[in-house]
């Protein structure tokens, strides 16, 4: 009894040392309320950002971009599949948010800053709905 | 309850131990922290203190390179950019992380880059790129008070400090130039102060676990204590119920030894009352004799009934003698071996001489002392009829009891050749008896130590001499 109550308590203990992942949490908050569906289907192009999303239940890594891919997320998608070239992308990076036309939102950092940003333009071209909460980062 | 008070006073002693441990830990990390604060504190103040002027400065310059209006001239002019830009990136240091200018957006509450002073690309902003600071308040703050601004940032990655230089053009704030400074301030303080923070964290740990074990075993203690005391109770309870029962049975034993002595006392009686009897039967033969003869006169007739009354007088001293043997004394009284003896004999001597047993005394004490005496002529008694018993039994050739006193010490000696060896160590047990002819109860010499030991707290030993056994008391006669 002593026992699972000892490893109960070490667990509550570490969980709350435990650093939460930042990034993580903001595209739990932010892309179901665009999708207004979970999972959602995504197409990564690092290992890095994959490895952020394995991590939730909210979305699904697809490992080859094809038609059942819902987002992109990144940066560097230069050879794109015909199948996925269209496909809405949320960056992150300035760069890419600023030049990829089917950039409809970004969260990226700067001066340490986490920044969020959407296109309303191009939102409406792949028919997604921002909610009133985050119109605000909107332009 | 002592010991029960020393218990409670200890347990306490414990806990306030234990409290004492963890606050003391707590109080000297929390005046740690505060320490470490305060050190953070006068290193931001000596660092914006050094950063003041030199912003200061380098708004006035960019506040007289860019015109009236900021935004406009710098999107209009990209050399100008530049050049400021160049400037700005001098100053980005280890102290320095970022340093940028930016001013509020035409609408809503974001702001947009207009310089940036960051070498590397990933770093670089754009020229209007929108910017949403962490503390939007602090930024409107300076901006609307037109005077510096600094403030600690806690969610911004690698920043310590932000501080806000306002650019004003016509004494109104048109831009802001943002000062972040790098961790490495913070980073030195916390590296100071690391290891004193290790230990004072390891120490509160250490407490905490100190606190919780000495609870723990103090709870532990206190249960374990409580079993025991609630088995003394019982244990204490029980001895009680058994000294009461042992207590009652020694009644029992003095109430069947009493009963024992008192079928030889009517035996006694008889002796002492023969000869009173007889002579009152002999004097009322008499006088009838004389009436009959007719030569019975007053003065014959008074002095008969006068000896009649005297033996009547007589045999009623023996029943008060009697009576006051079986009578128990509540407090000591003083009285001295020789009364003790007389007393006692007066009671026996009779049927000792009509069994035809010599009794010698020798009496050399007349020291008195404080004793209980009714219980004392039992014991003598009982010794002396012992005595008597055996020679009978015996058949001892000039069976002589003698009784000696010296000081404080009483001797009750026969000449019936001792108790057997066999028999020695039993015959202060209860129930343990010699006595072939008559039904010995076992019980009169066990009576007899009992009273010399545990009431009288004297001493009754017995040994053989080359005659016989020889009885010795010995009593302190203390008056308490």
Redesign the interface.
Same mark, same amino acid.
């Given at each position: 009894m002593i026992n699972k109550k000892l490893f109960l308590l070490l667990v509550v203990f570490t969980l709350a040392c435990a650093e939460d992942n930042y990034e993580l949490k903001l595209y739990e908050t932010v892309l179901p309320l665009i999708f207004t569906k979970t999972p959602i289907k995504i197409y990564t192009d690092t290992q890095e950002t994959a490895k952020i999303f394995q991590q939730s239940r909210f979305f699904y890594i697809v490992p080859h971009c094809d038609h059942s891919v819902e987002l992109l997320v990144g940066n560097k998608f230069r050879h794109l599949s015909p199948a996925c070239a269209d496909k809405p992308l949320f960056s992150t990076?300035?760069k890419s948010f =600023?030049m990829e036309p089917n950039s409809f939102g970004a969260f990226y950092? #700067? =001066?340490? #800053?986490p920044?969020? =940003?959407f296109k309303t333009k191009t939102l409406h071209r792949y028919h997604l709905i921002l909610p009133k909460t985050l119109q #605000?980062?909107a #332009? | 309850m002592r010991e029960k008070i020393k218990n409670l006073r200890f347990i306490y002693i414990f806990y306030f131990s234990a409290v004492l441990v963890l606050v003391g830990t707590l109080t000297i990390y929390t005046l740690f922290g505060e320490t470490k604060n305060y050190i953070e504190e006068v290193t931001q103040k000596i660092y914006i203190q050094d950063t003041q002027d030199l912003a200061y400065n380098f708004a006035e310059m960019i506040a007289n390179e860019t015109g009236k209006n900021i935004y406009i001239n710098l999107k209009e002019d990209e050399n100008l950019r530049e050049k400021l830009e160049k400037n700005l990136q001098l100053f980005i240091s280890k102290r320095y992380?970022?340093i940028?200018v930016v001013d509020k957006a035409p609408k %809503?509450?974001n702001y947009r880059f207009l310089l940036d002073g *960051?070498k590397k690309v990933?770093?670089k *902003?754009?020229f209007g790129?929108?910017?949403?600071?962490?503390h939007v308040t602090k930024f409107q703050e300076a901006y609307k008070s037109a005077h510096p601004v600094y403030f600690t940032?806690e969610?911004?990655? %690698? !920043?310590w400090i932000t501080f806000l230089q306002p650019i004003l053009k016509d004494g109104k704030t048109d831009a802001l130039l !943002?000062v972040?400074f790098s961790m490495q301030g913070h980073k030195l303080i916390d590296n100071s102060l690391s290891e004193l923070d290790g230990v004072l964290k390891i120490s509160i740990y250490v407490g905490i676990f100190i606190f919780i074990i000495i609870v723990f075993f103090s709870y532990i203690d206190h249960k374990r204590v409580k079993v025991l005391e609630s088995f003394k109770d019982k244990l204490e309870m029980r001895v009680r119920q058994e000294v009461e029962k042992n207590r009652q049975k020694e009644q029992q034993l003095i109430e069947q030894s009493r009963l024992a002595q008192m079928g030889e006392m009517i035996s006694m009686i008889a002796h002492q009352w023969r000869q009173p009897l007889s002579a009152i039967s002999s004097a009322s033969a008499s006088i009838s004799l004389k009436a009959m003869l007719g030569k019975l006169d007053n003065e014959t007739a008074l002095e008969i009934s006068t000896a009649i009354s005297d033996y009547a007088q007589h045999l009623s001293t023996t029943i008060d003698d009697f009576r006051n043997f079986f009578k128990s004394n509540k407090e000591k009284q003083e009285i001295t071996y020789t009364e003790l003896i007389e007393n006692v004999l007066g009671i026996i001597e009779v049927s000792i001489e009509n069994k035809n047993i010599k009794l010698v005394k020798h009496l050399h004490s007349n020291k008195s002392f404080y004793s209980y005496p009714n219980e004392l002529k039992q014991v003598l008694l009982n010794l002396i009829k012992n005595a008597e018993d055996i020679l009978l039994e015996k058949k001892v050739e000039n069976p002589t009891i003698t009784i000696e006193t010296d000081e404080n010490i009483l001797r009750v000696r026969d000449n019936a050749g001792g108790i057997p060896p066999d028999s020695m160590h039993k015959i202060f047990d209860p129930y343990f008896s010699t006595k072939l002819d008559k039904n010995g109860t076992g019980l009169g010499l066990y009576m007899s130590k009992t009273i010399i030991e545990e009431h009288c707290h004297g001493k009754l030993l017995v040994k053989n001499d080359e005659e016989g056994a020889v009885f010795t008391i010995v009593l302190d006669g203390k008056k308490d």
């Open positions: 990076t300035y =600023k950092w #700067r =001066k340490g #800053r920044q969020i =940003k #605000r980062y #332009r | 992380r970022y940028y %809503g509450q *960051s990933e770093e *902003s754009d790129e929108f910017y949403e600071p962490l940032q969610n911004a990655h %690698g !920043v !943002v972040d």
